[in-house]
């Protein structure tokens, strides 16, 4: 995961973020596209698909989607029939994320030209590298990270061409798959995988979770299936989901809980739910729903201006916020949203509705709760109201509107697809203890001590250290703590013995208590 998509978090989140991404490498998994950090390998691989094979059949239109930056991912060719026009430019499917890993909570793009280098390679096989070809990516038909995660790129070649190397489009399913369904999953990973096997690999599988909400930095994803596929790493993004019975696209791989990680937060999604978040177990692979971009298929291609058409086409209300996580009570009193409303993109609303709760119970989507619509004024509105003292995280619907009222067709369509804003109350102090790493250089009295603490993401992303002699070094005494910036104490034996005292924090400020290492 790289660095730029840590500095999206905001406040002493923030902060944290990036000292324990400066003094681990992290973070490399969660989304699921490779090329970036320390490779990660699948602890499970999942086999290499065959050309000829039966698998190798059904996936022909699936292979490499490389990104400008060298970014890899899965795509997979799709239109709204098996036979399109020929003449017609073929458009792939994967997420919205390999177009852009900056995407925010409530940004899409419509339409634009694609960035420099993005390529395709259909029937990205092991064993046919002399067939195969690649095409340039020529324009973002769509992306998005709010509700789902998906995109439809535009290719150089049309369908009578890729027709000629066998690569026929599928079609998209208008509904996720039930609990249970039995899945195969084809995709391509990277990470972990060496250069020369980081071809299409086919997992098999279960539907484990229906309906998900699911959080993961600053996203907000709802209706996601969760699965038990394994070998899923860096690279994958995108890769094709199906009911193993069948040829119709039901999902795309999208993220995983990064085994080494804790808690919530990049690399680590959780699920929404009233009583909190739920933090899966290692491993968990979740797919995104692919039924909105089906409604919006014809024989044109993608139309977002077609009857009946569920994509959101990014015109509501523009909403900022810090998306901090805080304890319920702060020095500043009681703990607030911090989010801010103005105008979108086509200046179209003069009202704005909100309304709040908990995320994965509550339904932006539905006009019960929302509050009287207020004026929109060209200053925009702040929301400042308290928080839940709840742990849990909290998601802000606003919804833009013509009137006071809340009612009419125009409410109704601007009902399905709201904006968010979230926060996290968190009053709940790291699961794990402090641990302080001490490294010894040398022997004797020559000896020194490279000392610091160990972070441990998300539960523990920031400490507080101090040093000194032992006889005068109390870690009770709050006094003499300062933030740790990632460079490790160097402590001569010949003036010891040391007393180091490390304090850990997660992202919401709660403390461990603090640990003591005597040194030399």
């Keep these: 995961m790289r660095d730029a998509v840590l500095a999206r978090k905001h406040g002493s989140s923030r902060i944290h973020a990036a000292l324990a991404a400066c003094a681990t490498g992290v973070v490399t998994a969660g989304l699921l596209w490779g090329g970036s950090g320390p490779a990660q390998a699948a602890e499970h691989p999942a086999p290499l698909i065959g050309a000829g094979s039966v698998a190798g059949k059904k996936f022909r239109s699936t292979g490499r989607l490389i990104g400008g930056g060298g970014t890899t991912c899965t795509a997979t060719v799709v239109a709204d029939t098996a036979k399109p026009d020929p ?47 690649t095409f340039t990516v020529e324009r973002v038909s769509y992306a998005t990270m709010k509700d789902i995660d998906v995109s439809v790129l535009r290719l150089s070649a049309t369908y009578g061409e890729l027709a000629k190397l066998n690569v026929l489009p599928r079609t998209l399913a208008a509904e996720p798959p039930g609990q249970g369904t039995a899945l195969q999953a084809a995709h391509a990973p990277t990470d972990g995988v060496e250069s020369g096997e980081q071809f299409l690999r086919l997992s098999e599988c279960k539907v484990t979770g229906t309906s998900v909400a699911l959080h993961e930095s600053t996203w907000l994803w709802r209706g996601f299936t969760r699965t038990d596929c394994l070998g899923i790493s860096g690279g994958s993004s995108g890769g094709v989901v199906t009911a193993a019975n069948g040829d119709r696209v039901v999902g795309l791989l999208n993220t995983v809980t990064t085994p080494g990680y804790l808690g919530c937060g990049l690399g680590r999604p959780c699920e929404g739910s009233a009583s909190g978040l739920v933090v899966p177990k290692d491993d968990t692979v979740y797919a995104t729903p692919v039924g909105a971009v089906a409604s919006c298929l014809d024989a044109t291609g993608l139309k977002p201006d077609k009857a009946g058409c569920r994509l959101d086409l990014g015109e509501q209300v523009a909403v900022t916020a810090s998306g901090k996580q805080t304890r319920s009570a702060t020095a500043d009193g009681p703990a607030r949203w911090d989010a801010h409303i103005a105008q979108g993109k086509k200046q179209q609303h003069t009202y704005v509705a909100v309304k709040s709760g908990p995320f994965g119970a509550v339904d932006c989507t ?33 919804a833009g509107g013509p009137s006071a009222d809340l009612r009419g067709a125009a409410w109704e369509k601007s009902l399905a697809h709201p904006s968010y804003a979230y926060a996290r109350v968190d009053n709940t102090p790291p699961t794990v203890p402090a641990t302080i790493d001490v490294q010894n250089f040398g022997e004797g009295a020559d000896a020194t001590f490279w000392v610091r603490p160990v972070y441990q993401p998300w539960e523990i992303s920031a400490y507080k250290v101090k040093y000194g002699p032992k006889a005068t070094t109390n870690c009770a005494d709050p006094e003499g703590y300062r933030y740790f910036l990632g460079i490790p104490a160097s402590l001569k034996a010949s003036e010891g013995p040391w007393t180091y005292c490390a304090i850990g924090y997660d992202n919401a400020d709660n403390p461990t208590a603090p640990v003591s290492r005597v040194i030399g």
Excluded: W
Excluded at 98 to 122: H, I, R, S, Y
Excluded at 369 to 392: F, I, S, V
């Design 87 to 133: 003449a017609r430019k073929a458009l792939i499917l994967s997420n919205g994320h390999c177009v852009d890993d900056m995407l925010g909570t409530n940004d899409v793009v419509l339409d634009e030209a694609a960035p420099e280098g993005f390529t395709f390679t259909p029937a990205y096989f092991h064993d046919d590298t002399a067939e195969q070809r």
């Design 366 to 398: 539905r006009p019960e709760g929302y509050g009287k619509p207020r004026q929109l004024t060209a200053a925009g509105l702040d929301h400042a109201e308290p928080l839940p003292k709840k742990d849990n995280l909290y998601v802000l619907c606003a």
